[in-house]
């Protein structure tokens, strides 16, 4: 078994227990109490630039290319050529200037803790899922399951989105500058989707928790969720966030419409998504 | 999973199988059991192209029975003798594989009464009868399958393709796609999904004559359309109207003689990404897909839930 020591995830009562078998990978290390840098996350320089051309690399080369590149202390990365390829740029766990020139295939981006990434082109299903932090810009369009689950940054896409933008997302903002298809927010927690378009069948279905902000049409709400009155907090909000975006500078705030959970069908109440990244 | 693309060229003859194999080779981790082509060719002037198979490829991975290739051509006698008794004029014959023909040939009745009869020969299937469209499937990716049959010859101005991951039939000829919308010539379909009102439907449409070859509940698209199409509507009122009649998660391609369509099911379940050009459509699962004819950056999008759409040569 693991010798767990005094560490501050055992200061907040956490990872007290015997762990045994896989559980007895180390990803931190318990000695240095107060550093909690992610395993696989490097100090980097923005100004160290260096390019990539994806066309003749795999996946997987591209992605260890990075990391290597990462490692060497490159903080500003551009890849040419992605050709729509799948999960290119995932698991980026640290601050970065990430530029891919062309489009990306399905999973990409996912599960990034931190980095700031444009993509020229579109890209494909679920483009940033489980992102916790950093900004991704998407210049076109993006596929369905835009930025599901994501728990925390901005997430933009300046095109039209796919179905189910945001399904199941705890956290962060994500901004369409388009239009959304069918079950967007679908089973939100928490977080914001602001979409500059019309919107498809059932916005917000199931949703728990969370905002929603639609400037176009929308085609119908889901179940348990309703329109709710747009706040001048909530335009000065949005006036922000838009300016993050780098678009809808010129729009007519108060013609947004507002839409918010219910509450009737589940009470979701937990920790914050800062709390919760704290503890995982 | 499975697989789909298609592609149509506007007022442009092309290498078409050379160009949907790539396609589909490109999504062969979406399916590796086994892949189908739809190709429409040049033809040859009035006559038809019938594509027919006697039996069943039985190597590795297959889920047929191993036949003696005597018994293939029996079968083959068979079909020889039905075409004669209907008054079909077989202009030019062409073995593929021990179990796979392609025949040209005058033919002016009904293709219906045709298809009944030719297909009363036990296992024998007819793949496509058209002027135009040449339906090809095997076990293997695409590369293997084209390879078997020539298929990058054929020139052509679209096709639809489909490589499949056995879901829930066996691995064999008859269950892969495309599928032929019997008993219209030139038409098919490939679907990536699953459809839960399957056997309600199949049963409906049994009691209306229509024929179902496999249990792959793909099939039913085809045949679906087909009866559509047979009392009256429209290949796009066909299409909108299976988004409410038929139940589960689907997008699926069709093509006729000079068309192709996409439906997606209202739930927008199953990817497909679309690249339009004034002279070029080209549809697939993935864009890596597309990918392989444009190389170069290209403006793609996601089709909405329940969208329907259909181009033309």
Known sequence: MANIKDSKATSMGLHQEALKGRTQQVFFNPEESENFYYYGAYDVDFNQRTEIDAMDLSCRELNEKMHSLMKEGYGTIVVKNPQGKHSLGVGILNKLNLIFEGSLGYFGVGSI????????????????????????????????????????????????????????????????GGDAGAFTGFMMQRGRIIILGDVGENLGDSMYDGTIFVLGSIKSLGSDAIEAELTDLDKKWLKRKLEVAEIGSNIDLSKITKVVAGKKLWNYDALEPTERKGAI | MCGIAGLIHKGKTVKIGYELQNMLQALKHRGPDSTGFALYGEGHGNDYIMRFKVGENVKEGSSAVNEDKSVYDARKKRVDAHLKELGAEVINEEQITPYSFKYIMKYDGDLMEFSKTIESVEMVEILSIGKHLELVKDIGDAKVVSKQYSLDQIKGTHGIGHTRMATESGVDIRSAHPFWGYPFSDVSVVHNGQLTNYWNNRRRLERTGMRFMSECDSELIAVYLAQKMRSGASLEEGMRDSLTE???????????QDSLGMAKDTMAAKPMVLYESDDLVALGSEEIAIRTLLPQEIDTYDPYDGEVKVWQI
């Open chain 1, 113 to 176: 803790d931190g980095p700031v990434v444009r993509i020229t082109g579109r890209v494909g299903w679920s483009c940033a899922e489980n992102m916790m932090a950093g900004k991704v810009v998407i210049e076109k369009n993006a596929g369905s399951c835009f930025g599901a689950a994501i728990r925390g940054g901005d997430l933009i896409c300046k095109g039209s989105v796919g179905a189910r933008t945001g399904i199941d997302m705890k956290g962060g903002t994500i901004v369409i």
């Open chain 2, 246 to 256: 038929l139940d589960g998660v689907f997008t699926y391609l069709v093509a006729t």
